[in-house]
């Protein structure tokens, strides 16, 4: 089973403080030889684009054209999380695109000052 790039449903309860929580879309992020070994894998979560948001160097506007999803997102790579994967309920959509695919690394690697 493929991971890495596509956009599942995931429950993120139980959060602490301003962890991103419930059930939301997220992207799992984490390299696929490593998804095929381990029970847990690297996820963002997204959450839905609100009209006249700013768009920070540490997220990534996607079109809901480039995701298979309903609406308009951001991806949070500030939110960068490590969840089993029984939490991922449903897979919903994916990244295709290259260049968005290369945008989510770069904003990642600005999140984490690599």
Request: proline content about 4%.
């Amino acid at each position: 089973m493929m991971y890495r790039w596509n956009i599942y449903l995931v429950n993120l309860d139980p959060v602490v403080g301003s962890e991103q929580g419930k059930t939301r879309p997220a992207l799992v992020i984490s390299e696929e030889e490593i998804n095929k070994i381990l029970p847990v894998v690297n996820i963002l979560p997204l959450t839905s684009l609100k009209e006249d948001r700013r768009v920070y160097s540490n997220e990534v506007k996607i079109n809901s054209a480039d995701s298979s999803l309903d609406k308009d997102s951001l991806i949070l790579c500030y939110q960068i999380r490590t969840i089993d994967k029984s939490r991922l309920i449903k897979k919903i959509g994916e990244i295709t695109s290259d260049r968005l695919k290369q945008e989510i690394m770069d904003s990642l690697s600005y999140q984490l000052g690599l």
